[in-house]
């Protein structure tokens, strides 16, 4: 947890948003995993802990935008409680650890709200995600929970926004702190993902190395030689000689703030010709994206620099023809790039998107597009010093999509499908790693974990 002064400065700047009456934040609560008593390891609500700090479940904050005063509301323990986790610091103590003054018993907070309603005054908050939230604020305003969805404010929430996406250090020391325990996770992958290992035996090895830390994943790890399903949380596959893993994994620091990285290596230690080529491709597109960040330029327009790489290298490989940039623009590079280039870090894996993915990642004059691929864009709004970025660009030779876009010749004439369908059964490759927009460019941060393929050979010889 950071010093007092650090959630003290943070809600000043929140009120400087010119924002009135009062600002609720209600923390998460112990989610059971099969009975009550047996809960999924807690994680709390990103904006409450941002702001009051604490890690510890059914706690609310309220904010005065008017006058600044905080006041945290929760219980004091009681002997039940201690018999069954031994001795807790006091409320007010609990409050202190984020300069709140004022602390108050939980069961107050539905009066306080009512106070400050009847007499006019808004009660204004960010859009609950949790069942739990929206139920437990349905109470807490007296309104139906359809009512409470609804009425969230988007004016704080833009507020939190602004600063939320803007990482102070003791932010980026905690990210760079997850980053080195990711480090070793990814090293142990490559150097335990040998032929007739089952993929969650290595996804086993790097969870022990993060849990002897006492941290959790920040997501559901990624590992699979069917790199070409982006989202493939299945660890049931034999690893044999030759296949391509794509392991993306993280975790969360002991102060809550996530890394992300992805890499992908040949079981055996050597790459293919094949694979290779295409490697050095997603490579290519990674490096081009991370050159061009720098405050100011659309995340929008990195991506598709990116894509305009892969089209041009992969166009000399004979998978496309024609014009990158038309290309590009008609959205005929998706099929093998077919999600966004990445996405804001920090305390979320996928930073703020409980807010609401489009007022977090787009505006400015950033607008969604409609096409497939770049439609999955989280982030395409001009970037600013301080925000910190994942930086994934992929190419996947996914069998489905090249099938039903060759049956409906969509785009056919700048793809190749005879050359794509030569690659069904490749899979699939992404490099990703976490970056910092800094005043005049770019940092990526944490030690840097092998990416090059005489890198990646190197380690896997070991």
Same mark, same amino acid.
Not at 96 to 104: F, H, I, N, T
Not at 432 to 447: F, I, M, W, Y
Not at 453 to 462: F, G, P, S, W
């Given at each position: 947890?950071?010093?007092?002064?650090?959630?003290a400065?943070?809600?000043?700047?929140?009120?400087?948003?010119?924002?009135?009456?009062?600002?609720?934040?209600?923390?998460?609560?112990?989610?059971?995993?099969?009975?009550?008593?047996?809960?999924?390891?807690?994680?709390?609500?990103?904006?409450?802990?941002?702001?009051f700090?604490?890690?510890?479940?059914?706690?609310?904050?309220?904010?005065?935008?008017?006058?600044?005063?905080?006041?945290?509301?929760?219980?004091?323990?009681?002997?039940?409680?201690?018999?069954?986790?031994?001795p807790?610091?006091?409320?007010?103590?609990?409050?202190?650890?984020?300069?709140?003054?004022?602390?108050?018993?939980?069961a107050?907070?539905?009066?306080?709200?009512?106070?400050?309603?009847?007499?006019g005054?808004?009660?204004?908050?960010?859009?609950?995600?949790?069942?739990?939230?929206?139920?437990?604020?349905?109470?807490?305003?007296?309104?139906?929970?359809?009512?409470?969805?609804?009425?969230?404010?988007?004016?704080?929430?833009?507020?939190?926004?602004?600063?939320?996406?803007?990482?102070?250090?003791?932010?980026?020391?905690?990210?760079?702190?997850?980053?080195?325990?990711?480090?070793?996770?990814?090293?142990?992958?490559?150097?335990?993902?040998?032929?007739?290992?089952?993929?969650?035996?290595?996804?086993?090895?790097?969870?022990?190395?993060?849990?002897r830390?006492?941290?959790?994943?920040?997501?559901?790890?990624?590992?699979?030689?069917?790199?070409?399903?982006?989202?493939?949380?299945?660890?049931?596959?034999?690893?044999?000689?030759?296949?391509?893993?794509?392991?993306?994994?993280?975790?969360?620091?002991?102060g809550?703030?996530?890394?992300?990285?992805?890499?992908?290596?040949?079981?055996?230690?050597?790459?293919?010709?094949?694979?290779?080529?295409?490697?050095?491709?997603v490579?290519?597109?990674?490096?081009? +994206?991370?050159?061009?960040?720098?405050? &100011?330029?659309? %995340?929008?327009?990195i991506? =598709?620099?990116?894509? $305009?790489? @892969? /089209?041009?290298?992969?166009?000399?490989?004979?998978?496309?023809?024609?014009?990158?940039?038309?290309?590009?623009?008609?959205?005929?590079?998706a099929?093998?790039?077919?999600?966004?280039?990445?996405?804001?870090?920090?305390?979320?894996?996928?930073?703020?998107?409980?807010?609401?993915?489009?007022?977090?990642?787009?505006?400015?004059? +950033?607008?969604?597009?409609?096409?497939? &691929?770049?439609? %999955?864009?989280?982030?395409? =709004?001009?970037?600013? $010093?301080? @925000? /910190?970025?994942?930086v994934?660009?992929?190419?996947?030779?996914?069998?489905?999509?090249?099938?039903?876009?060759?049956?409906?010749?969509?785009?056919?004439?700048?793809?190749?499908?005879?050359?794509?369908?030569?690659?069904?059964?490749f899979?699939?490759?992404?490099?990703?790693?976490?970056?910092?927009?800094?005043?005049?460019?770019?940092?990526?941060?944490?030690?840097p974990?092998?990416k090059?393929?005489?890198?990646?050979?190197?380690?896997?010889?070991?």
């Open positions: 947890m950071f010093a007092p002064s650090v959630f400065a943070r809600r000043a700047r929140l009120q400087q948003a010119g924002l009135s009456g009062l600002l609720l934040f209600v923390g998460n609560v112990d989610s059971p995993m099969n009975y009550h008593d047996n809960t999924l390891p807690f994680v709390q609500d990103s904006s409450f802990r941002y702001f700090g604490l890690n510890e479940p059914a706690l609310a904050g309220v904010i005065d935008a008017d006058s600044g005063e905080a006041t945290l509301f929760g219980n004091d323990p009681d002997v039940s409680d201690i018999v069954w986790t031994g807790l610091p006091s409320l007010s103590e609990r409050a202190a650890k984020a300069a709140v003054g004022r602390s108050r018993p939980y107050e907070l539905a009066q306080l709200l009512a106070e400050a309603r009847a007499a005054r808004p009660v204004r908050y960010l859009a609950p995600y949790r069942g739990e939230t929206l139920i437990e604020m349905g109470r807490l305003l007296d309104v139906h929970p359809a009512v409470v969805k609804a009425g969230f404010c988007p004016a704080l929430t833009r507020a939190v926004v602004a600063l939320r996406e803007i990482k102070g250090e003791e932010e980026i020391a905690e990210m760079e702190s997850a980053l080195g325990v990711t480090h070793a996770m990814h090293i142990a992958a490559m150097q335990n993902a040998k032929p007739g290992v089952l993929e969650y035996q290595v996804v086993g090895i790097m969870e022990g190395i993060m849990r830390h006492d941290w959790h994943l920040a997501y559901p790890s990624i590992f699979s030689k069917r790199g070409e399903v982006l989202h493939n949380h299945g660890h049931g596959n034999v690893l044999q000689q030759g296949d391509l893993v794509l392991n993306d994994t993280g975790c969360a620091s002991g809550g703030y996530a890394s992300d990285i992805t890499r992908t290596f040949p079981v055996g230690g050597k790459f293919s010709t094949r694979q290779r080529e295409l490697y050095d491709i490579l290519e597109m990674q490096e081009a +994206a991370i050159a061009a960040i720098k405050p &100011g330029i659309k %995340y929008q327009d991506h =598709k620099l990116s894509a $305009a790489v @892969m /089209v041009e290298r992969m166009a000399e490989l004979g998978f496309f023809r024609g014009d990158a940039d038309a290309i590009v623009e008609s959205g005929a590079y099929i093998a790039f077919p999600h966004g280039l990445g996405h804001q870090i920090g305390m979320d894996v996928h930073d703020m998107e409980a807010l609401g993915e489009d007022l977090v990642g787009y505006g400015d004059g +950033a607008e969604r597009s409609p096409l497939f &691929g770049l439609g %999955y864009l989280r982030l395409g =709004k001009p970037l600013k $010093a301080g @925000m /910190v970025v994942t994934e660009p992929g190419v996947y030779f996914i069998p489905a999509l090249i099938e039903a876009w060759e049956k409906e010749e969509r785009h056919s004439a700048f793809i190749n499908y005879a050359k794509f369908r030569e690659y069904a059964d899979g699939g490759i992404r490099i990703e790693d976490n970056v910092l927009v800094t005043a005049d460019g770019s940092r990526v941060l944490g030690e974990i092998p090059t393929v005489e890198e990646i050979e190197a380690v896997m010889a070991v």
